[in-house]
């Protein structure tokens, strides 16, 4: 069965750092791979999604993700985050259907 | 385009009561999902539908029931509510899951406390 983990819950930045998240999944077969946000009091909006070719990937908001096959890894990126960049970042992969991981919380401090 | 629309926004059910959530969407999706958001646990796929007619259980489907009568619609049934189904939750829908255009949109969500 496929599964997705977020290793970081919870993570605390000051304006201007760069952020990683990880994401992993465990799925042998062909995967499509997202990343979700969702904003304080929001629902989730996609931030970018991988289904083939050039594995770097880039979305909305100056965010990137680069998919890495032979580690099964999905990581989020962004080189300068923002105080706006608050929110919940959700990695998901799609096969048959739609999983989550657990999530990663980001503050971003001015 | 409204998208992805559910009902109620909030809801407060004593434990045992029964209730439906509704969702619905106008862009003639074929994939309808509902997922429930616990703190820490991210989310959870609760039941899913290919289309109309077809329904299927996603990771925690248990005390949820779901029907799929026609494309627009698929309503989340709670038969006898439990406190462990307190939690928010999300009816999402996308083209298909099959294709490129398989990006999922996602409703406001419903607030459900079970006392």
Same mark, same amino acid.
């Given at each position: 069965?496929q599964s997705v983990s977020q290793h970081n819950h919870h993570v605390i930045l000051s304006e201007a750092a760069s952020l990683e998240l990880g994401?992993?999944?465990?799925?042998?077969?062909? *995967?499509?791979?997202?990343?979700?946000?969702? $904003?304080?009091?929001?629902?989730?909006?996609?931030? !970018?999604?991988?289904?083939? @070719?050039?594995?770097?990937?880039?979305?909305?908001?100056?965010?990137?993700?680069?998919?890495?096959?032979?580690?099964?890894?999905?990581?989020?990126?962004?080189?300068? *985050?923002?105080?706006?960049?608050?929110?919940? $970042?959700?990695?998901?992969?799609?096969?048959?259907? !739609?999983?989550?991981?657990? @999530?990663?919380?980001?503050?971003?401090?001015? | 385009?409204?998208?992805?629309?559910?009902?109620?926004?909030?809801?407060?059910?004593?434990?045992?009561?029964?209730?439906?959530?509704?969702?619905?969407?106008?862009?003639?999706?074929?994939?309808?999902?509902?997922?429930?958001?616990?703190?820490?646990?991210?989310?959870?796929?609760?039941?899913?539908?290919?289309?109309?007619?077809?329904?299927?259980?996603?990771?925690?489907?248990?005390?949820?029931?779901?029907?799929?009568?026609?494309?627009?619609?698929?309503?989340?049934?709670?038969?006898?509510?439990?406190?462990?189904?307190?939690?928010?939750?999300?009816?999402?829908?996308?083209?298909?899951?099959?294709?490129?255009?398989?990006?999922?949109?996602?409703?406001?969500?419903?607030?459900?406390?079970?006392?």
């Amino acid at each position: 069965a496929q599964s997705v983990s977020q290793h970081n819950h919870h993570v605390i930045l000051s304006e201007a750092a760069s952020l990683e998240l990880g994401c992993n999944y465990s799925y042998g077969g062909t *995967v499509n791979l997202f990343w979700y946000v969702q $904003y304080p009091g929001q629902h989730l909006q996609l931030l !970018l999604k991988y289904f083939s @070719g050039d594995p770097l990937v880039k979305g909305i908001k100056g965010f990137e993700a680069e998919f890495i096959k032979s580690k099964f890894s999905f990581n989020l990126r962004k080189p300068s *985050v923002q105080w706006s960049d608050t929110a919940e $970042y959700f990695c998901a992969v799609n096969t048959d259907k !739609l999983i989550f991981g657990t @999530g990663t919380r980001l503050q971003v401090f001015p | 385009n409204a998208g992805v629309t559910q009902t109620p926004k909030f809801q407060v059910l004593k434990t045992g009561q029964s209730m439906t959530l509704q969702c619905a969407q106008d862009m003639n999706h074929e994939y309808m999902s509902w997922y429930r958001q616990d703190p820490g646990m991210g989310l959870r796929l609760i039941h899913y539908s290919v289309g109309a007619g077809i329904t299927d259980q996603g990771e925690v489907p248990n005390g949820y029931n779901v029907s799929r009568s026609t494309t627009e619609d698929f309503p989340l049934r709670l038969l006898s509510a439990a406190p462990s189904q307190t939690s928010v939750y999300f009816c999402a829908s996308s083209y298909d899951t099959s294709s490129s255009y398989n990006e999922q949109f996602f409703g406001p969500g419903t607030r459900l406390t079970v006392l």
